[in-house]
């Protein structure tokens, strides 16, 4: 009797990964480090949801939760914050993100300064240990440049890596709609969840089309696993083409994202399988560099960005605790402090459209030269970024169309396209709340662009920043997330966006380039750079 897919699913045992393949992974077969979960910020209850609420969605695909933290370290440092100053009213959760943040910025700086447990606090990674990416501790390259060469099409493996005997390989296909489905539906039970499986990202599946096919995307990079006897999906992992500008080198790439492993097959190593596949079907269309971000810490980031969230519905926030009213004030006060303007405030502001697009690209491309790593944007993929998103009528509100997932502006002034932006939805699924609200619809700030002058750069992008949130509000999104990347930090505290807990990682596979800026958090929100340029869905 065929068994069922939840039989194969809860009795599938931790996959022995093959070895030496094409020379390019040799990982060790043991089991995964477990990660240690993040402190909680206090004993009672209240205090826990206050933290919770702190950290909500920042920490969803931003924790930075798998770094431990011995407990006589914290010990210590309190001891010496208490002699230093007795008032003090710091506490021990404080001190853990704060040395958390410090051991990022550590790895970031090459530096090993990671404790008398060292790597073991960050896990042995038998698998990443394996692959050309830059090694904990190994410090900052003096060059830039690949860790291994690209080798001809006829020399990368052939044959798909074996998966244990239950499960098959499928290469999902996008344009067709029950398998697009299907992959929303695996996600949208198993994807990404805040530390206290509060929220969990529910990408739709009009945004997974829109962000896995842009022109030149390749079938067979959409990497799916099922089950034989069911065909249930289980697993899947994606690449797109990506021209990144990383230092001035420009790099043939791929954007690798929505990982995801059934939450009955977890620790079962079928991640370092799916991400060996991807990256196997990425070689033989002779690219061999990639850009993904997580919100664990793996071997090594090239750079961290803090996410930052924009109040638009207070009450509901607070409804669905990913933020609460301080003591020292009430819900109707925090309302009226960040009350918004009824219209949009620039001359000349109106949705891009089709012909806006070489404009657009003209202005994007000089803009973007501010920052250290960009996207190349073709034509077309500027067209398919901005505009295919756009959703179809009739309108479910006064500002957002049916299936849209990303709202384009520009400004338009006598004639010529001098400011553009642009935000896309990412909704989270509200796990066990009890006040109805199944969804916390969430903005998040995309690319934008000005010709402004330098001198006139922070009060421009305020001003579009101001729309944009205007435009958010008006769409009935309930807060609008942005990270501390491009000129971000510039307007994010003007615009009374709350420092979120979360941290954003960046990495870069088979290609080595001295740390890039994007957010010290040792600095308590100053020191941001103008590392980044790239956003990642
Ligand atoms: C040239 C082309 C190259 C293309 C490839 C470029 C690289 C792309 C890399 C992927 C970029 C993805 C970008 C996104 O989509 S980030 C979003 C990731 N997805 C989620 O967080 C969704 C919820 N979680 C899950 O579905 C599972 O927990 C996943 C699938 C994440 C891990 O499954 P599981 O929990 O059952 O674990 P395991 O026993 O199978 O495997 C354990 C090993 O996997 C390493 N691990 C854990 N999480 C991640 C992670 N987010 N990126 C990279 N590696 C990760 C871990 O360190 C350990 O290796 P090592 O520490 O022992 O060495």
């Not at 239950?166 to 530390?195: G, I, P, R």
């Not at 001359?347 to 891009?352: A, C, T, V």
């Amino acid at each position: 009797m065929a068994s069922s897919s939840k039989d194969v699913i809860d009795s599938t045992e931790p996959y022995e990964e093959e070895e030496g393949h094409s020379g390019e992974d040799e990982e060790e077969h043991e089991q995964p480090t477990a990660s240690s979960s993040s402190a909680p910020a206090s004993s009672s209850k209240k205090k826990k949801k206050k933290s919770k609420a702190r950290a909500a969605l920042s920490k969803m695909k931003a924790g930075i939760s798998s770094v431990a933290i011995p407990q006589e370290m914290v010990d210590a440092v309190m001891e010496k914050v208490k002699e230093e100053d007795p008032q003090s009213q710091v506490d021990q959760a404080e001190i853990i993100k704060q040395m958390k943040a410090m051991q990022i910025m550590d790895i970031l700086a090459g530096k090993k300064a990671l404790g008398a447990r060292g790597k073991k606090d960050l896990g042995e990674h038998k698998f990443w240990s394996t692959q050309p990416v830059p090694q904990i501790g190994e410090g900052p390259p003096a060059e830039s440049g690949p860790i291994e060469p690209s080798v001809p099409r006829d020399q990368v493996r052939q044959e798909a890596y074996a998966l244990p005997k239950d499960f098959e390989w499928v290469t999902v296909d996008m344009s067709n709609e029950v398998q697009c489905k299907e992959v929303y539906e695996l996600l949208s039970a198993n994807y990404v969840e805040d530390d206290d499986a509060s929220f969990r990202f529910a990408y739709t599946a009009s945004f997974l089309r829109w962000a896995l096919m842009p022109p030149g995307y390749f079938a067979s990079w959409h990497v799916g696993v099922r089950v034989k006897s069911s065909q249930k999906l289980v697993g899947f992992i994606s690449g797109v083409p990506v021209k990144l500008s990383i230092r001035n080198q420009v790099v043939d790439a791929t954007e690798i994202n929505f990982l995801c492993v059934h939450k009955k097959l977890r620790s079962k190593r079928l991640a370092p399988v799916l991400i060996k596949e991807v990256t196997r079907r990425v070689h033989l269309e002779g690219v061999f560099q990639a850009i993904y971000t997580a919100g664990v810490v793996l071997p090594t980031p090239v750079s961290t960005c803090r996410y930052y969230h924009r109040t638009l519905n207070l009450p509901k926030l607070v409804d669905v605790g990913f933020t609460s009213v301080p003591r020292s004030s009430t819900l109707a006060r925090i309302v009226r402090q960040t009350k918004l303007p009824d219209k949009t405030t620039l001359p000349g502001l109106r949705e891009m459209e089709a012909k806006d697009i070489p404009e657009v690209e003209t202005l994007m491309n000089e803009y973007m030269k501010r920052f250290d790593m960009i996207p190349v944007f073709s034509r077309e993929e500027i067209e398919h970024t901005f505009l295919s998103g756009k959703g179809t009528e009739p309108m479910i509100n006064e500002a957002r169309r049916t299936d849209q997932v990303v709202w384009a502006y520009v400004v338009e002034t006598d004639g010529k396209i001098t400011d553009f932006f642009s935000f896309y939805t990412l909704p989270s699924s509200v796990i066990g709340n009890t006040k109805g609200h199944k969804m916390l619809e969430a903005a998040y700030l995309f690319y934008y662009a000005t010709d402004a002058p330098e001198a006139n750069m922070k009060k421009r992008l305020y001003e579009l920043i101001g729309d944009a949130l205007i435009i958010a509000k008006d769409a009935k999104f309930d807060v609008f997330n942005a990270l501390t990347l491009m000129d971000n930090w510039s307007f994010l505290e003007d615009h009374k966006f709350g420092k979120g807990d979360g941290l954003l990682n960046f990495y870069l596979y088979n290609w080595r380039t001295p740390p890039l800026e994007g957010h010290n958090p040792l600095d308590g929100g100053k020191g941001v750079g103008r590392g980044i340029g790239v956003v990642m869905l």
